[in-house]
């Protein structure tokens, strides 16, 4: 069975950090794209990061851009999504998806609640 399963969320204050995993059952990562995205309660999801099949290209959303650092664990076969600076707006579900470096993803995880709060 194909599975990711996805690891990490929890509640922060505003100012600290967070470091969700993703890691993969049944498959290996080493030739997929991976994406992280993210749903709030009553928003649409957007997709807060990327990361080729090679590692070579990532990208970020510019609402995390400088706070959030992807990165991948071919060995582990986990990507991981390194939060820092949260703020309130980061609350939200966030899920990790495998595809292609073209994003088209056919797989999904069961997503993990991070909540920003004081």
């Known amino acids: 069975q194909l599975q990711l399963v996805e690891s990490g969320g929890g509640l922060v204050q505003p100012g600290g950090s967070l470091t969700l995993s993703c890691a993969a059952s049944?498959?290996?990562?080493?030739?997929?794209?991976i994406g992280w995205f993210r749903q709030a309660p009553g928003k649409e999801r957007e997709r807060v990061s990327f990361?080729?099949?090679?590692?070579?290209?990532?990208n970020y959303a510019d609402s995390v851009k400088g706070r959030f650092t992807i990165a991948r664990d071919n060995a582990k076969n986990t990507v991981y999504l390194q939060m820092n600076s949260l703020k309130p707006e980061d609350t939200a579900v966030y899920y990790c998806?495998?595809?292609?470096?073209?994003?088209?993803?056919?797989?999904w995880g069961q997503g993990t609640q991070v909540i920003v709060s004081s």
């Open positions: 998806a495998a595809g292609t470096d073209y994003g088209l993803f056919r797989t």
């Open positions: 049944g498959f290996t990562l080493d030739y997929s794209a």
């Open positions: 990361i080729s099949s090679s590692g070579g290209y990532t």
